[in-house]
């Protein structure tokens, strides 16, 4: 029953779709939604500039549906009887074509206002060719995204279509209403988004670590299973606030307001991270793990109750004091800010602190999640999380301006709450307080050295923001805009490599004896990180105009922020490739059961960040800031290698320099291949610009990999037969 109901879900939103959303019988006007892609280019208020929208999400409901019902026919967890699938993916092909212009023709599709449309088209037209590995797709990544698709391809028509709405009105001289076509849409997306939340939540057909008996032993099948949901999570996180910061540019730009926000943003995770993120993985989940055996249930909903009593009393009062020390925290952190500036960011700092009570908690359930080796819905959290901003600039910056973020911010909290809690619905949670408990002081001894480390950090975030603050009113949005970029290839491939090899260096470190197999493993997990962050980083260099024009520069977000943004970025990149073999270094240590030697080394990064940062300041800006985080993480990178060598032993012998220089031979002529192609391309426009970024992105990787084979780099061909082996069992 249940996969007839998201197949009905998609059908009812279609159908309300190719519905009348205009229907005057007056005027004689019959609109549906797949008209309005082509109707409102003709308003002379969208050609003026004043009606300012993207025709092109017109055609969301079009694009998502084809590919939702090719990963819903493909699915082994929803099982569609064989007709049904043949049927499915003839749809999915029709609502691909349906995207076409009227009159089209090849010329035609290849002129600029039609680009994006033509690469929307032969996408959905070639994603059903991928069906043995969409087959594979995990349930929570799978119902993640159906639930995306049930949010996105909705709203943001529906939306467009009310900006619009007036001045089709205007237009006939007689008032426009909704027609029945859009709610009907509504109502089946809303549906599809319903169904997916509820599976998600229920948990069913996800891997067997979640809900398993938690006093099994991990086998190493369970644990990939594991980390393929974690990751899953982590990409889909990732991906969700790129959409996020994409919201933000687009209805707020890179103004002073955008950088308020981002101060008083961070403090909720600031504190999160010193009481709660910390403790989650060092003291929180190994304590709770002790008590996770189904006969100690009623033991572990105790410890849980007691943990959330007390932290959440400690929260609470945080909270107070923040409430009434609004302003003094927003000069602490935003001292450059006009006054009026500093004004809106106390306004914000006091709407957005109460999420951090709603955030603590969630942390909590987290660590009992993780104890109890149910991954899946920790995992999506964050990307819930995302969509509070995502919802709730559009539905209320009319009213609200720069404080709908604020708005933004619980709703994505309370979010991510909702989606963890039906899977503790076996543990029994009594809340109380009591500061004698044996669990909770042994969370607090093994916390309390990671503390050390966090508060340093924390003031290290604290003067970079106030020092931001004074180097212009929208420097802290340039460089957030900036960061968000950076973020991907480090999480994606340092920390994803890291975690990795953390397992195997901790086994390894057991046996003092095996130092040179400690090394030549570490070596390994170091030369992989080389190969895939030395051509991201070249070619996020390269690609920097492209990539942030596409992304950001719309709405509010001029190509005077793009400028700017463009320059962090580059200055950024100069620390990204010692921030990502940073990872696997500050892992080596933590396998020996060294957490004190990170932290001081980072306690000397910081020193090293403040130099250069009020050094280089006053001359340079914003730059001087951006430069001086690449000199923190120079420096961390290096002194962590000596410290290797003097504890350890030395990686020479390890084929490292000869990785790097084979991988900067190879990138140096991806650098040249892309700067040549996409310099053939116009850019003035956003089909121009996201071409750029689609030729340039696939030719230097294809320039990338052919160079790395000819000289027959080892890291590339382990990935090619980890593929090859992938594609052999599909």
Same mark, same amino acid.
């Given at each position: 029953?249940?996969?007839?109901?998201?197949?009905?879900?998609?059908?009812?939103?279609?159908?309300?779709?190719? /519905?009348?959303?205009?229907?005057?019988?007056?005027?004689?006007?019959?609109?549906?939604?797949?008209?309005?892609?082509?109707?409102?280019?003709?308003?002379?208020?969208?050609?003026?500039?004043?009606?300012?929208?993207? !025709?092109?999400?017109?055609?969301?409901?079009?694009?998502?549906?084809?590919?939702?019902?090719?990963?819903?026919?493909?699915?082994?967890?929803?099982?569609?009887?064989?007709?049904?699938?043949?049927?499915?993916?003839?749809?999915?092909?029709?609502?691909?074509?349906?995207?076409?212009?009227?009159?089209?023709?090849?010329?035609?599709?290849?002129?600029?206002?039609?680009?994006?449309?033509?690469?929307?088209?032969?996408?959905?037209?070639?994603?059903?060719?991928?069906?043995?590995?969409?087959?594979?797709?995990?349930?929570?990544?799978?119902?993640?995204?159906?639930?995306?698709?049930?949010?996105?391809?909705?709203?943001?028509?529906?939306?467009?279509?009310?900006?619009?709405?007036?001045?089709?009105?205007?237009?006939?001289?007689?008032?426009?209403?909704?027609?029945?076509?859009?709610?009907?849409?509504?109502?089946?997306?809303?549906?599809?988004?319903?169904?997916?939340?509820?599976?998600?939540?229920?948990?069913?057909?996800?891997?067997?670590?979640?809900?398993?008996?938690?006093?099994?032993?991990?086998?190493?099948?369970?644990?990939?299973?594991?980390?393929?949901?974690?990751?899953?999570?982590?990409?889909?996180? =990732?991906?969700?606030?790129?959409?996020?910061?994409?919201?933000?540019?687009?209805?707020?730009?890179?103004?002073?307001?955008?950088?308020?926000?981002?101060?008083?943003?961070?403090?909720?995770?600031?504190?999160?991270?010193?009481?709660?993120?910390?403790?989650?993985?060092?003291?929180?989940?190994?304590?709770?793990?002790?008590?996770?055996?189904?006969?100690?249930?009623?033991?572990?909903?105790?410890?849980?109750?007691?943990?959330?009593?007390?932290?959440?009393?400690?929260? /609470?009062?945080?909270?107070?004091?923040?409430?009434?020390?609004?302003?003094?925290?927003?000069?602490?952190?935003?001292?450059?800010?006009?006054?009026?500036?500093?004004?809106?960011?106390?306004?914000?700092?006091?709407?957005?602190?109460?999420?951090?009570?709603?955030?603590?908690?969630?942390?909590?359930?987290?660590?009992?999640?993780?104890?109890?080796? =149910?991954?899946?819905?920790?995992?999506?959290?964050?990307?819930?999380?995302?969509?509070?901003?995502?919802?709730? %600039?559009?539905?209320?910056?009319?009213?609200?301006?720069?404080?709908?973020?604020?708005?933004?911010?619980?709703?994505?909290?309370?979010?991510?709450?909702?989606?963890?809690?039906?899977?503790?619905?076996?543990?029994?949670?009594?809340?109380?307080?009591?500061?004698?408990?044996?669990?909770?002081?042994?969370?607090?001894?093994?916390?309390?050295?990671?503390?050390?480390?966090?508060?340093?950090?924390?003031?290290?975030?604290?003067?970079?923001?106030?020092?931001?603050?004074?180097?212009?009113?929208?420097?802290?949005?340039?460089?957030?805009?900036?960061?968000?970029?950076?973020?991907?290839?480090?999480?994606?491939?340092?920390?994803?490599?890291?975690?990795?090899?953390?397992?195997?260096?901790? !086994?390894?470190?057991?046996?003092?004896?095996?130092?040179?197999?400690?090394?030549?493993?570490?070596?390994?997990?170091?030369?992989?990180?080389?190969?895939?962050?030395?051509?991201?980083?070249?070619?996020?260099?390269?690609?920097?105009?492209?990539?942030?024009?596409?992304?950001?520069?719309?709405?509010?977000?001029?190509?005077?922020?793009?400028?700017?943004?463009?320059?962090?970025?580059?200055?950024?990149?100069?620390?990204?490739?010692?921030?990502?073999?940073?990872?696997?270094?500050?892992?080596?240590?933590?396998?020996?059961?060294?957490?004190?030697?990170?932290?001081?080394?980072?306690?000397?990064?910081?020193?090293?960040?403040?130099?250069?940062?009020?050094?280089?300041?006053?001359?340079?800006?914003?730059?001087?800031?951006?430069?001086?985080?690449?000199?923190?993480?120079?420096?961390?990178?290096?002194?962590?290698?000596?410290?290797?060598?003097?504890?350890?032993?030395?990686?020479?012998?390890?084929?490292?320099? =000869?990785?790097?220089?084979?991988?900067?031979?190879?990138?140096?002529?991806?650098?040249?291949?892309?700067?040549?192609?996409?310099?053939?391309?116009?850019?003035?426009?956003?089909?121009?610009?996201?071409?750029?970024?689609? %030729?340039?992105?696939?030719?230097?990787?294809?320039?990338?990999?052919?160079?790395?084979?000819?000289?027959?780099?080892?890291?590339?061909?382990?990935?090619?037969?980890?593929?090859?082996?992938?594609?052999?069992?599909?």
């Amino acid at each position: 029953m249940k996969k007839w109901l998201f197949l009905l879900a998609l059908l009812l939103a279609l159908a309300g779709y190719w /519905a009348p959303w205009v229907n005057h019988k007056a005027s004689a006007l019959v609109i549906t939604g797949l008209d309005l892609g082509e109707y409102v280019k003709f308003l002379p208020q969208f050609r003026s500039g004043e009606l300012r929208l993207r !025709r092109e999400l017109f055609y969301l409901p079009l694009f998502l549906s084809s590919l939702s019902l090719v990963l819903m026919a493909s699915s082994q967890f929803l099982g569609y009887p064989g007709w049904a699938k043949v049927g499915m993916v003839i749809l999915a092909w029709a609502m691909a074509l349906s995207m076409l212009p009227p009159a089209w023709s090849p010329p035609v599709l290849l002129q600029p206002e039609f680009r994006l449309q033509t690469a929307a088209i032969l996408f959905c037209l070639a994603f059903p060719l991928a069906w043995p590995f969409w087959a594979r797709v995990p349930s929570p990544a799978l119902y993640s995204f159906l639930l995306f698709a049930g949010l996105v391809a909705g709203f943001f028509p529906a939306f467009y279509f009310e900006k619009a709405r007036p001045f089709i009105s205007l237009l006939y001289a007689r008032p426009i209403g909704w027609g029945w076509g859009v709610y009907l849409m509504l109502a089946g997306f809303g549906l599809l988004a319903g169904l997916s939340f509820r599976e998600l939540l229920r948990g069913r057909g996800h891997m067997a670590t979640d809900g398993g008996s938690s006093e099994a032993i991990p086998q190493p099948a369970s644990i990939a299973r594991a980390a393929g949901v974690l990751a899953a999570g982590n990409i889909a996180s =990732r991906a969700m606030g790129l959409v996020r910061e994409t919201i933000i540019a687009h209805f707020f730009g890179a103004t002073g307001y955008v950088s308020a926000f981002r101060v008083a943003s961070i403090i909720p995770t600031m504190v999160y991270e010193l009481l709660i993120g910390g403790m989650l993985s060092a003291a929180l989940v190994p304590v709770l793990s002790e008590y996770a055996a189904s006969e100690r249930k009623e033991e572990l909903g105790r410890v849980v109750g007691v943990v959330l009593g007390v932290f959440g009393l400690a929260l /609470a009062a945080v909270v107070a004091i923040v409430e009434l020390t609004a302003p003094g925290v927003a000069w602490l952190l935003g001292g450059g800010f006009s006054p009026q500036l500093r004004a809106v960011t106390t306004n914000l700092i006091r709407i957005v602190i109460p999420a951090l009570l709603v955030f603590g908690c969630s942390g909590i359930l987290t660590g009992l999640l993780y104890s109890l080796q =149910r991954f899946s819905a920790p995992a999506f959290g964050a990307a819930v999380y995302n969509l509070g901003i995502i919802l709730a %600039a559009p539905l209320f910056s009319r009213f609200l301006d720069i404080y709908s973020l604020a708005v933004g911010i619980m709703m994505g909290a309370l979010f991510q709450f909702a989606i963890l809690v039906p899977s503790l619905r076996d543990i029994p949670i009594r809340l109380s307080i009591s500061l004698r408990h044996p669990a909770l002081k042994r969370i607090f001894l093994l916390y309390l050295p990671i503390a050390a480390g966090l508060i340093v950090s924390e003031i290290q975030v604290a003067i970079d923001r106030n020092l931001a603050s004074r180097t212009g009113p929208s420097s802290i949005a340039w460089m957030a805009n900036a960061t968000t970029l950076i973020q991907f290839p480090h999480g994606l491939i340092s920390i994803a490599i890291s975690t990795a090899i953390l397992p195997t260096l901790a !086994r390894i470190a057991l046996s003092p004896e095996k130092t040179e197999e400690f090394l030549a493993t570490l070596g390994a997990g170091i030369k992989m990180v080389l190969a895939a962050a030395i051509p991201a980083t070249v070619g996020l260099f390269v690609l920097s105009y492209p990539i942030i024009a596409t992304i950001f520069e719309h709405g509010r977000f001029t190509a005077y922020d793009t400028q700017y943004t463009v320059l962090a970025l580059k200055f950024y990149l100069i620390g990204l490739i010692f921030a990502s073999v940073d990872w696997p270094l500050n892992y080596a240590f933590y396998a020996r059961k060294d957490t004190i030697t990170p932290a001081a080394v980072g306690v000397l990064s910081v020193l090293v960040y403040l130099g250069v940062a009020l050094s280089l300041m006053g001359p340079l800006g914003m730059v001087g800031l951006v430069l001086a985080d690449s000199a923190k993480h120079i420096s961390h990178c290096f002194t962590m290698l000596f410290l290797l060598y003097r504890k350890v032993g030395s990686l020479k012998g390890q084929g490292i320099s =000869r990785t790097v220089l084979k991988s900067g031979l190879a990138s140096l002529a991806m650098a040249f291949a892309v700067t040549e192609a996409i310099q053939a391309i116009p850019q003035g426009s956003f089909q121009g610009r996201l071409t750029a970024v689609l %030729a340039g992105g696939a030719i230097g990787a294809g320039v990338y990999v052919a160079m790395a084979m000819l000289m027959r780099m080892e890291e590339v061909n382990l990935v090619k037969e980890a593929v090859l082996s992938r594609l052999r069992r599909a």
